[in-house]
């Protein structure tokens, strides 16, 4: 994506072709005016602007051709399809006009649909298309599978979906259940699938009052800071089993400090949590010997099953053996042997499965030790519970009705669902127990700058990292924040100030259209695997809202952006 440029390197408006299709050209679009473009991370691009009837008293050659559904590229940018084209006369200027809204070609995947999607279903599945949703998808609408990470193929969901719109499925039922961000080419109608530790590029900008950072808006209003959790499945399927016995999942780190709670408080949760990490590898291990035996014992029983159907067998010819000879077989009957051979496996058996069924509830009673050491009693006074319970804050349930578990699923593979649903879970808790924040900055004449550097860097050097999804380090004096660039909005008609917005947050809905979400797991910033949200039994509510308003101006020069 590359904007254009004066010959003075000056940011200039990029020249917007017309077309009926993207095969069926129509022309340059002349005599846009108040052209704007918001590039957004989260959510769809817009582009809006008006268009005259007439330019210089001579009639706009494409004006009538302007209209919805046609489309238009705006070089080397984007290609985008007319949401709406409002005609209206201005009685002042006596002058005709259309208000044009636009978004890029993936909003035509708001008006496609997919059905039935019911059942077991990989996202990227070439071994069983028919049971693939990219390939479903592509099928559907025609738009091609691009990149797709690694780590999402093994991956598979169950979902209960009788129709649904393509682009919704996406970022949001499908984004949320594994943990992905969808991105789409305009330009060569691509789907392409990554987590959004893939798009984790750290740039070496860091935006500072000792440069660029004049004036800014630090918002957390409307983020209550969650600190538990009940987890659900589908079918209220829970975690207790991989969970110390809990269907709740519980964060106060961000709060276990002197400037929140009692020193005494602090230490005993410092004890708490090392104690809890400790205990977790020894419950993670024997979990994972509970799986191993499980799937001992599931191999026992089918081995099983197939000897009773020999043992039948045998059964069965020695009945016709009787009506044959008039006599039951004897020992040196070959039949006789065959039959006494399976009695024996069977037998066996039966007994390496008593003996399996003993070994795993000598596990399960060496967890249920294990959980009952971590109870909270055993680390905290009445009056620091009580402490505690002062920071606790609920939402809504963790919910993701794609983890499902059934009569035919195996003891270790329910055992491996939990697990993954649980650690989603813990991932999203992680972040909403945290502030989260958006920052929103006015940038006149825009450079990046490095810390304690004071001359300004040219466009060349940092053209590849100022860019949307571009991880950029906030200086605010005594706290450096990690955030994403999420939107830049441009005004072509006035370069010099172009709106910025950064956000550590992890959850980012559309107002346009509600859709996209970030959702995966980001190291250095914040992000969410967002399914549905946040429970606590029995927990009083609280919220933590902090609204910081700092004032001043991001001054810098826009030098060939």
């Given amino acids: 994506m590359g ?332 039949d006789y042997t065959i039959y006494q051979n399976a009695v024996t496996l069977v037998n066996g058996y039966v007994a390496q499965i008593v003996t399996k069924k003993n070994e795993i509830n000598s596990v399960q009673l060496t967890l249920d030790s294990i959980s009952d050491s971590i109870d909270e009693s055993n680390y905290f006074t009445h009056e620091q519970i009580a402490e505690m319970n002062g920071f606790i804050v609920e939402g809504d349930d963790y919910e993701d009705s794609t983890f499902v578990v059934t009569s035919e699923t195996s003891e270790e593979e329910a055992l491996e669902i939990k697990t993954e649903l649980m650690q989603n879970a813990y991932e999203d808790l992680f972040i909403k127990s945290r502030p989260q924040y958006t920052f929103t900055i006015k940038a006149t004449s825009l450079y990046t700058i490095q810390d304690d550097k004071d001359e300004l860097i040219p466009y060349s050097e940092w053209v590849n990292q100022f860019k949307i999804g571009s991880l950029i380090t906030l200086n605010l004096g005594s706290t450096y924040m990690t955030v994403r660039l999420m939107t830049m909005v441009i005004d072509f008609d006035n370069p010099e100030e172009i709106d910025l917005v950064f956000s550590n947050k992890s959850r980012l809905d559309d107002e346009l259209i509600q859709l996209a979400e970030i959702i995966a797991d980001s190291g250095r910033t914040a992000s969410s695997l967002s399914l549905k949200k946040m429970g606590y039994d029995a927990a009083s509510k609280q919220t933590n809202q902090v609204r910081e308003f700092m004032n001043g101006s991001l001054k810098a020069t826009l030098n060939s952006f």
């Fill in 3 to 334: 904007f254009s440029f004066d010959n003075n390197g000056n940011l200039k408006q990029s020249k917007m072709f017309l077309y009926s299709s993207k095969t069926k050209p129509i022309g340059i679009l002349s005599g846009a005016c108040n052209v704007k473009l918001e590039q957004n991370f989260h959510k769809l691009f817009e582009l809006n602007f008006k268009i005259y009837k007439n330019i210089n008293n001579e009639e706009n050659e494409f004006y009538e051709s302007v209209i919805k559904n046609k489309l238009i590229e705006v070089q080397g940018i984007n290609w985008f399809q007319i949401l709406s084209a409002v005609e209206k006369y201005d009685d002042n200027s006596k002058e005709t006009y259309k208000e044009v809204k636009c978004c890029p070609l993936e909003n035509m995947l708001i008006y496609r649909k997919v059905d039935d999607i019911v059942g077991v279903f990989g996202l990227y599945d070439v071994t069983d298309t028919s049971k693939s949703l990219l390939h479903i998808i592509s099928a559907e609408c025609g738009w091609s599978i691009g990149h797709v990470s690694n780590e999402l193929l093994t991956k598979y969901r169950t979902f209960d979906i009788n129709s649904m719109e393509i682009y919704n499925l996406l970022t949001t039922k499908i984004s949320d259940s594994f943990g992905c961000v969808f991105q789409f080419d305009s330009y060569t109608k691509t789907i392409n699938v990554y987590l959004l530790s893939e798009l984790e590029e750290m740039t070496d900008i860091i935006i500072s009052k000792k440069n660029i950072l004049k004036e800014y808006i630090k918002d957390d209003s409307d983020s209550p800071i969650i600190t538990k959790m009940r987890v659900r499945g589908a079918d209220d399927l829970d975690i207790r089993s991989v969970n110390f016995g809990r269907n709740y999942l519980v964060n106060l780190d961000y709060y276990m400090t002197e400037d929140w709670c009692s020193q005494g408080l602090v230490d005993a949760y410092n004890t708490y949590k090392t104690d809890y990490n400790n205990i977790r590898t020894s419950f993670n291990t024997s979990l994972t010997t509970l799986k191993t035996k499980n799937a001992e014992l599931t191999i026992l029983k089918a081995e099983l099953r197939d000897l009773e159907s020999l043992k039948s067998a045998q059964e069965n010819v020695m009945g016709v053996s009787v009506q044959n000879h008039g006599r039951v077989p004897i020992p040196s009957d070959s």
